[in-house]
């Protein structure tokens, strides 16, 4: 067992890795992470799922099966995603039932087409955790204006939500008020409160490569000193609304119940400027209850010169807004920032969404024509 990994766990941070292949789940390295290095959950999303069946031949089998079978793209485009996540979350049970039903989760991401559209998100919602059929299943629905009663809806079903591509601090508020309205519903509804999970993915590196892009273009000496800020603030702020959040009544009224808090994740953990420490987005954001979701490569970064130095969140909050007003003053309009990376997420999840649309039919209709 890692040693920094099992420091950072110790400070409150949940490790979970960000990518999932079928080359993972048959030469055991998934559970290798489980078990050496604290890896405590899994998520997945279609770029991830594309570059998986573009480079490897893991899939041939089954997608020759599917070929012979007559089914489309579509159809086995989910056929394989949900193979591959069942899976996973077969792997991560011991997670799952150790943590009591808080960590152990393997995500899967409802088709980015519809982003913008509450009724067809909720129905696949459901489709995914009928097909995966697995109670440390997350589905994952992006915290768009239609996502938000779509996540509500889907948490009232019972089904459990990673909320994705959260990015403002106005949108993280909707986002919790989703989570609550959802559970008040649920238990309503009769569901065991317990059972039902949920975490907030609140994006880390993508706000800094937007805010340094910005600060360029502007090019002064104090525009260069706030690159690389804006994201670790964004974050912490985040999470203070969290425990704002999660101190109130309706919550309260929610844990009597035995209902589990919506935990922020920190995700897009790993550093896209090449300058910037490479386990920066894990340093700097180490908080109680908080989930960090990395790529391999962060974490065995972590692992090898990582350093856990307590709670780098709490206690920060006013340097945080601080961050955030110098770019205000410098002509950085926050809500541009946000609306942007929101809309490019699910323009970039979308591309690769139809990516592996195309990668699955190519070889459907190679398998179909042997």
């Not at 989910?78 to 193979?83: D, Q, S």
């Not at 009724?119 to 768009?144: G, S």
């Not at 009663?149 to 591509?165: E, W």
């Not at 770019?327 to 970039?348: F, M, N, P, Q, S």
């Amino acid at each position: 067992m890692n040693e920094r990994l099992a420091e950072l766990s110790a400070a409150g941070v949940a490790v979970w890795l960000d990518d999932l292949s079928r080359r993972r789940l048959t030469t055991v390295g998934l559970d290798r992470l489980r078990r050496e290095f604290q890896v405590v959950g899994v998520t997945s999303n279609p770029t991830i799922f594309a570059k998986a069946l573009s480079e490897s031949d893991d899939y041939a089998e089954q997608v020759h099966d599917l070929a012979l079978g007559g089914v489309g793209a579509e159809t086995a485009a989910r056929l394989v995603t949900c193979y591959d996540v069942r899976w996973a979350c077969d792997v991560m049970r011991p997670a799952f039932d150790a943590s009591e039903g808080v960590d152990g989760r393997v995500s899967i991401e409802v088709d980015p087409r519809l982003a913008y559209d509450t009724e067809r998100t909720c129905a696949e919602a459901r489709q995914l955790w009928w097909l995966v059929d697995r109670p440390n299943l997350f589905v994952k629905i992006p915290a768009t204006r239609a996502g938000l009663p779509a996540i509500t809806a889907t948490l009232a079903a019972g089904i459990s939500v990673n909320v994705t591509l959260t990015f403002g601090l106005d949108r993280y508020d909707e986002v919790m008020d989703a989570f609550l309205t959802g559970m008040e519903q649920a238990r309503a509804n009769g569901h065991d409160l317990s059972a039902i999970g949920s975490v907030a993915s609140f994006f880390v590196s993508r706000v800094d490569t937007e805010v340094d892009q910005r600060l360029d273009k502007i090019g002064t000496d104090s525009a260069q000193r706030l690159r690389g800020r804006a994201a670790v603030a964004n974050a912490r702020l985040a999470y203070q609304r969290y425990e704002r959040v999660f101190a109130g009544d309706r919550w309260r009224e929610l844990a009597a119940a035995g209902a589990h808090p919506q935990r922020p994740l920190w995700a897009s953990t790993s550093t896209k400027n090449p300058a910037y420490r490479d386990v920066m987005y894990v340093e700097e954001l180490v908080a109680p209850g908080v989930v960090n979701t990395m790529p391999e490569q962060t974490i065995h970064a972590f692992a090898d010169h990582g350093g856990v130095r307590g709670d780098t969140v709490t206690g920060r909050y006013e340097d945080a807004r601080r961050v955030l007003d110098e770019l205000a003053t410098l002509g950085i309009d926050y809500d541009d920032v946000v609306d942007t990376l929101e809309r490019e997420g699910v323009e970039k999840f979308t591309a690769s969404w139809t990516e592996l649309l195309r990668t699955v039919d190519d070889a459907l209709r190679g398998d179909s024509g042997r």
